[in-house]
C-alpha cells in the first residue's frame, strides 16, 4: 500500500519540499507540531520529515513513534544549520540494527 | 419388635441376621451399647446396617433391634441457633449430659428441649377448616425468625379446640377433627430425611441472592433458589466463600452444614457469628443460623445422613414461606463417606470408586433446592438456595464429584489456587467460573436499580476476557508491543480484578457490599475508562494519562473501603475523574475536537 511524506517546519525550511510533491505542513511551536504529527500518522503517512528545532521540543511524541513501523519520523536540519541530532539518529538506528556502527 | 444377631462388623457397617421383619430405611439398635443404625440393604433375613457410632468392641452374636422408624427429624421451636450433629443430636447439651468434648456411644437424646415453654399465638379460630401445611398459629422463636406452626402432612380437617398460651413442643397445642376421629396435634413433627417435603408446585426461580461479595453478584449471581457448586482446592478459600455467603446472603434463615471438614472451621462460626450483625434486620446473624455439624473425626455414616437432616430441615422453614439458604462443606466428604460404605457393602465401584449412584444422590439433594409455592390454602412461596463446596483432589475439577454436581447446579464458583497464592480473594476465577442465572438476574436487578446492569457487567466481563488475551501477547513479546488502546485496556482490566472482585473478608467495610455500593463502584470505574478513552481519541498520550491520574486511580483503588454511608464519596470521585482528564488533555494542548 503506497503511503504518503510529508514535511513539517518552519515555513522558510520547508516549502522547498513542496516542488517535489511532498505535503508540507508549517509549525513553530510544540503543541502545534505535536498535533501535526499525530494527525499524519493517523493519515497513512510513511515518512514524515521534521525539522531538529521542532523536535526537539517535542521528545516524548518522537519516541512514540520510535517504537512503531509507520511512520518513519526523519529528522532533518533546517535553514539555520544542523544540530547533529539528526545525523545521530540515525547513527544509532543503524547501530541497532546491525550490532554495531559502520557508517 | 423383633430381635436380630450381629453376624459381622466392618467398620461402620454391620450385618445382622434374622431380621425378616425389618424394613429397608429403618432404624436400628445395635449391639449390648445400643448404637443407632440405619438398614441400607436387604438380602432375605440379612440386613446391612450403616452404623452412625463407633463401632469398635462391637462384635458377632450381640443383637439387633429395629425401631421400625425411618430416619427423621424434629421440627419445631428450638432448632435455631442450635448446633446439631449428623442425625440430630444436639451437641451442647451431648456434651453436658455425656461430661466429654467427643461423642460417647449409644446416648439417647432428645433433639429439641422437651422441657422449654414456648409463648404459642393462635392464627385461626377454632371451627376452621385446614388442611396440611395451612399455619394455625406462631411462636417467637428468635427476635428475627416467628416459627410457623404448620398443620402436618397428610392431616385435614377442622379445628375443634385452640387457644393462646405456653407450650412445650410435647403438650397438646390443639385438636384437629378430621374423617378418622380428633387428634391432638403439638408443635412438633416428625419427617424422614431421604424424603422430601411435598410442594404445591416449583417455579422458576427470578430474584437473586445478594451476597454481599462483589465477584459472586456481580459476575456470578446465583437466584435464590438456584444451586450453586464451589469447587476448589487446599487453602483457595473454599471455606471463606461459605462462610460469607452464610454470614450476609439476604436470606431468611441459613443452615451450614459442616461435613467432614475441619471442626475449627465450625469453632470459628461458632465464635464469629453471634458477633456478627446481620445488614438487613440489624439483629445477630447467628439468630438466624443452624449448624449442622460433622467434623472430619466424626462417624463416617452420620456424614452422609448430614447433608439430608440439614436440607430437610431447610425445607420445614421454606415450608413457612422463608427463603432459607443451605450450605453444604463439603461435598466431597460426604460423597467419599458413599464410597466407604459402598466399598463396604461390595457394591461395584464406578469412577474412582465413587458408587455408581454417586450422581443419583447429589442430584437427589440438590434437587430438593428451589423456588415453590408451599402447601395450605394460603399461597406462600418459599425458597432454598443450595451451595456446596466441592474439593476435588489436586484441585483438578475432572473428578466425578464435581462433574456430577455442574451436572445439577447452574452456577459453578471454580477456586483457583494460583489466584491464592498471589493473594487475590475471593480466588473465584472469572475466566472459567459461570452462571446460568446470569442473564435473568442481571436484568432484574437492572431494572431495580433502573440502569444497564446487564451491559455494565458484560462490558466487564469482555474486559476481562480481553485482558487474558492482551497478556499472552504481553508475555511473548512484551507490553511495548501493544497499542495504546489496548494498553489502557490492561490498565482498566486491572482496575476491575484488584479494585471491584478483590474483596477482603477480614475488613469491617469491605466484607459487605450492597448492591447500589456495587453499582457505584462499577460505574466509577467504567467512568474512567470511557473517560480516558476519549482523552487518547482526542489526541493525548497513554503515558500522560496514567501520570496525570495517578491520584484518582489511587482513590479508585480505595473505594471499597467507603462505607455504605457515605457513597456520595464515590459519585466525588466520578467528578474528580472527569476533571482530571480534563487537565491531561489542557497538558498535552488537545482539549478540543478540532
Known amino acids: 500500500m503506497p503511503s504518503k511524506i510529508g514535511v513539517v517546519g518552519d515555513k522558510d525550511s520547508v516549502l522547498a519540499f513542496k516542488m517535489i510533491g511532498f505535503s508540507v505542513f508549517f509549525a513553530s511551536e510544540a503543541k502545534e507540531t505535536r498535533r501535526i504529527i499525530d494527525n499524519l500518522a493517523d493519515k497513512n503517512y510513511g515518512v514524515i520529515y521534521l525539522t531538529e528545532q521542532l523536535a526537539e521540543m517535542i521528545p516524548e511524541t518522537i519516541k512514540r513513534y520510535d517504537a512503531k513501523m509507520k511512520p518513519a519520523i526523519i529528522l532533518i536540519p533546517n535553514h539555520a544549520g544542523s544540530r547533529g541530532i539528526g545525523k545521530k539518529r540515525v547513527q544509532e538506528n543503524v547501530e541497532k540494527a546491525v550490532g554495531q556502527n559502520i557508517l | ?594
Open chain 2, 1 to 594: 419388635m423383633s430381635k436380630g444377631t450381629i453376624v459381622s462388623v466392618s467398620g461402620p457397617l454391620v450385618t445382622a441376621s434374622g431380621m425378616e421383619s425389618a424394613n429397608i430405611q429403618d432404624i436400628c439398635r445395635v449391639g449390648r451399647l445400643g448404637l443407632i443404625g440405619e438398614i441400607i440393604e436387604m438380602r432375605d433375613d440379612v440386613a446391612s446396617i450403616q452404623v452412625y457410632e463407633e463401632t469398635s468392641m462391637v462384635g458377632p452374636g450381640e443383637d439387633v433391634e429395629t425401631t421400625g422408624e425411618a430416619l427423621s427429624v424434629e421440627l419445631a421451636p428450638g432448632m435455631i441457633s442450635q448446633m446439631f450433629d449428623g442425625i440430630q443430636r444436639p451437641l451442647d447439651e451431648f456434651m453436658e449430659m455425656t461430661n466429654s468434648n467427643f461423642l460417647e456411644r449409644g446416648m439417647t437424646i432428645a433433639p429439641l428441649n422437651r422441657d422449654k415453654k414456648w409463648e404459642f399465638t393462635a392464627e385461626v379460630e377454632a371451627g376452621t377448616e385446614v388442611s396440611a401445611g395451612d399455619i394455625v398459629g406462631t411462636v417467637q422463636e428468635t427476635n428475627v425468625i416467628e416459627h410457623r406452626i404448620m398443620v402436618p402432612f397428610g392431616m385435614k380437617g377442622k379445628i375443634k379446640s385452640i387457644s393462646n398460651g405456653t407450650f412445650t413442643i410435647e403438650e397438646p397445642l390443639y385438636v384437629l377433627e378430621t374423617e378418622n376421629g380428633d387428634k391432638e396435634l403439638t408443635m412438633m413433627q416428625k419427617w424422614p430425611v431421604r424424603r422430601g417435603r411435598p410442594i404445591k408446585t416449583k417455579l422458576n426461580p427470578e430474584e437473586p441472592l445478594i451476597t454481599g461479595q462483589r465477584v459472586i453478584d456481580t459476575l456470578f449471581p446465583v437466584a435464590k433458589g438456584g444451586a450453586a457448586a464451589v469447587p476448589g482446592p487446599f487453602g483457595a478459600g473454599k471455606t471463606v466463600v461459605q462462610h460469607q455467603i452464610a454470614k450476609w446472603a439476604d436470606v431468611d434463615l441459613v443452615v451450614y452444614v459442616g461435613c467432614g471438614e475441619r471442626g475449627n472451621e465450625m469453632t470459628d462460626v461458632i465464635n464469629e457469628f453471634p458477633e456478627l450483625i446481620d445488614p438487613n434486620t440489624g439483629e445477630s446473624i447467628m439468630a438466624r443460623t443452624i449448624l449442622i455439624a460433622n467434623t472430619s473425626n466424626m462417624p463416617v455414616a452420620a456424614r452422609e445422613a448430614s447433608i439430608y437432616t440439614g436440607i430437610t430441615i431447610a425445607e420445614y422453614f421454606r415450608d413457612m414461606g422463608y427463603s432459607v439458604a443451605i450450605m453444604a462443606d463439603s461435598t466431597s466428604r460426604w460423597a467419599e463417606a458413599l464410597r466407604e460404605m459402598s466399598g463396604r457393602l461390595e457394591e461395584m465401584p464406578g469412577d474412582e470408586g465413587y458408587p455408581a449412584y454417586l450422581g443419583s444422590r447429589l442430584a437427589e439433594y440438590y434437587e430438593r433446592a428451589g423456588k415453590v409455592v408451599t402447601l395450605g390454602s394460603t399461597e406462600r412461596l418459599g425458597s432454598i438456595t443450595a451451595i456446596g463446596a466441592v474439593s476435588p483432589p489436586g484441585g483438578d475439577t475432572s473428578e466425578p464429584v464435581t462433574q456430577n454436581t455442574l451436572r445439577v447446579a447452574k452456577v459453578f464458583w471454580g477456586l483457583d489456587s494460583s489466584l491464592a497464592q498471589r493473594r487475590h480473594f475471593p480466588s473465584i476465577n472469572w475466566l472459567n467460573s459461570y452462571s446460568l442465572y446470569s442473564n435473568d438476574m442481571n436484568k432484574y436487578v437492572g431494572k431495580k436499580l433502573d440502569v444497564d446492569w446487564d451491559g455494565m457487567v458484560t462490558h466487564a466481563k469482555a474486559l476481562l476476557q480481553d485482558e487474558s488475551e492482551l497478556q499472552e501477547i504481553v508475555r511473548l513479546v512484551g507490553v511495548e508491543s501493544l497499542s495504546e488502546k489496548d494498553r489502557l485496556k490492561l490498565v482498566v482490566a486491572r482496575m476491575l480484578r484488584e479494585d471491584y472482585l478483590q474483596q477482603n473478608a477480614f475488613d469491617d467495610v469491605d466484607t459487605y457490599t450492597s448492591r447500589n455500593k456495587q453499582y457505584e463502584m462499577m460505574q466509577t470505574i467504567l467512568y474512567f475508562e470511557e473517560q480516558s478513552i476519549r482523552a487518547m481519541d482526542l489526541g493525548s498520550y497513554y503515558d500522560e494519562i496514567i501520570e496525570g491520574t495517578e491520584d484518582i486511580r489511587e482513590r479508585i483503588g480505595r473505594m471499597k473501603y467507603i462505607s455504605e454511608e457515605e457513597l456520595v464519596k464515590i459519585q466525588e470521585i466520578r467528578t474528580k475523574t472527569k476533571s482530571d482528564i480534563q487537565t491531561v488533555l489542557e497538558k498535552g494542548g488537545v482539549e478540543s475536537d478540532a
